[in-house]
């Protein structure tokens, strides 16, 4: 059984930094590209970031493009999500998922297991 932990949330001021993180267990993890996406309260979910199973390729939504950097650690089993230059409007559920895509996906319905997510709310 494939699962997912995200941690790394909290509460940060607008400006502020925060990394996620993504541990995945029960899945060859160097095997599928990974994402992150987001969900605030009333939206529906938006891309974040995604990469792909080399960690060569990685493809940002526009929303935090700039701001966020993902990359992958295969012999942890991990992957992250550095987010600088926070904003209230960053305020969401982030969530990390699997897609089996050499490339990744910014298609939320390709991914096939989710984490359970992690709150970051940023105060202005």
């Known amino acids: 059984q494939v699962l997912l932990v995200e941690s790394g949330g909290g509460l940060v001021q607008a400006g502020g930094s925060l990394r996620l993180s993504c541990a995945a267990s029960?899945?060859?993890?160097?095997?599928?590209?990974m994402g992150w996406f987001r969900q605030a309260p009333g939206k529906e979910r938006e891309f974040v970031a995604t990469?792909?199973?080399?960690?060569?390729?990685?493809n940002y939504g526009d929303s935090m493009k700039g701001r966020v950097t993902i990359s992958r650690d295969d012999a942890k089993n991990t992957v992250y999500l550095q987010m600088n230059s926070l904003k209230p409007e960053d305020t969401a559920v982030y969530y990390c998922?699997?897609?089996?895509?050499?490339?990744?996906?910014?298609?939320?319905?390709?991914?096939?297991?989710w984490g359970q997510g992690t709150q970051v709310t940023v105060s202005s």
């Open positions: 998922a699997t897609v089996n895509r050499i490339f990744g996906s910014s298609r939320d319905y390709e991914y096939d297991v």
């Open positions: 029960g899945r060859a993890f160097s095997n599928y590209g």
């Open positions: 990469i792909g199973r080399t960690g060569v390729y990685r």
